[in-house]
């Protein structure tokens, strides 16, 4: 489902949206943590970025981080040239209050007030932004409606009074009504049934198709985003280990988190082929020097204590650099044996099943 066109007009583009070496620490002193490190991210125009990694990773830190409801500690945020992240007072304000950026919450209609109503919750920014008379606001929420397949007759339900899906598209059309240039969306499915779950899925891509909206969604459903996402950022504790195109990152992962990250996916392929067409298997994959939850040492590779294939050079943090003989690909990995470990895991006997 992915547009072809799409990847093709954005090679040469000017990214809209670019992250710069992002930290993010969430509380003070001691009690701080350390959520972000270094993060390097671009979303071009026009399209479909699927940003992953397990619970506590960073992804919904770097969303919030973007919209500003996260202040870095260090590093710049730049949205279509401007460094967002530096506005403060009446210009931050007015950057919110345009709209630009629109953030889709998990779940984002349950903690309103149940006594809004569907209108009320679409037009609710551009109430905020003021200047527009009620009758345009009314158009617009009708259209923004139209536009996620929602008749504009339920705009004076609750949101009791609508289906689960409804309530998602609701909140996708509310993100419209400010006619945004960007769109995040943090975990749009993952409360959803199979049929909803294809039907937002599809919507997204509609309207990246449609409105030539950049969408960077966040998803624990690898498998879903194989079917729409043009890229995918991968995070691991607070770094992101590896960016690409989502076909060659899903089918040759050069991280070895990557490559457990899809093993353990349902309903994504279960043998990882390499560039050298070997297999690996899950069993092969999921073999690691340590528990899971053992932290690195300090300065070290994040991925280090976990990784069967970790060697000296992994004492230092690799930096995030493309994929040799990937360049044009926009594909890049933070793993100094990118281009050994594949090679590595296929010779390696299989671990027994646990």
Known sequence: MTAEVTAATTVSAAPLLEVADI???LGHGWRGNHVLSG??????????VGLVGETGSGKTTLARAV?????PRGGRVLFDGTEISRLRGAARRRERRSGHIQLVFQDPLRSLDPDLTVGDIVGEGLKIRGGLPAAEIRARVDDALAKVGLSGTLSHRQPGQISGGQRQRVSIARAL????????CDEPVSAL???????????LAGLRDSLGLPIVIISHDLSSLAGIADRVVVLYRGRIVEDGPVAQVFTRPRHPYTALLMASAPRVERRIGTGEGAALSVHQLRRTTADPESPSAAGACVFAARCPFAADACA???ALEPVAGQAGERWSAACHRHQEWPDLASARPAAAPR
């Open 193 to 203: 049934d199979a049929s909803n779950r294809n039907y937002i899925l599809r919507l």
């Open 23 to 25: 930290d993010v620490v």
């Open 177 to 184: 009504a400010a006619d945004p240039k960007l769109l995040l």
């Open 316 to 318: 230092v943090q690799p």
């Open 67 to 71: 919209v500003g409801l996260a202040r």
């Open 39 to 48: 993060v390097n991210m671009k979303v071009w125009p026009g399209e479909i």
